[in-house]
Nanobody, 126 residues
Framework: QVQLVESGGGLVQAGGSLRLSCEASRRASGTSAMGWFRQAPGKERVFVAAITWGGGMTYYAEAVKGRFTVSRVNAQNTMYLQMNDLKSEDTAVYYC???????????????????WGQGTQVTVSS
């Protein structure tokens, strides 16, 4: 069983930056894709970003393109989300997620992912 632990959330002013981290408890077999979702109060959990095992391909939600960057260091079992120019609408709980395989089919669908972290709160004040 893969366990995912997020960190790096907090309170930041609009226009500021944060970097989230997600560490996997052990190396998953094979080459697993990873991603980030977020859930604002009273709303559904939605896709933010995804990255292939080698980091060669990344995908972003339109709302964060140009401001967020996803990356990973496989030797450390860690994925990152660098968030710049934060806006009040970025306020949410951010969840790390991982697949059992390398494929990124339906990457923007909650049901396509296999493992989830507990989430880390990001609050952007305006």
């Amino acid at each position: 069983q893969v366990q995912l632990v997020e960190s790096g959330g907090g309170l930041v002013q609009a226009g500021g930056s944060l970097r989230l981290s997600c560490e996997a408890s052990r190396r998953a077999s094979g080459t697993s894709a990873m991603g980030w979702f977020r859930q604002a109060p009273g709303k559904e959990r939605v896709f933010v970003a995804a990255i292939t095992w080698g980091g060669g391909m990344t995908y972003y939600a339109e709302a964060v393109k140009g401001r967020f960057t996803v990356s990973r260091v496989n030797a450390q079992n860690t994925m990152y989300l660098q968030m710049n120019d934060l806006k009040s609408e970025d306020t949410a709980v951010y969840y790390c997620t991982r697949k059992n395989n390398a494929g990124l089919g339906n990457y923007d669908q909650y049901a396509a992912w296999d493992y989830w972290g507990q989430g880390t709160q990001v609050t952007v004040s305006s």
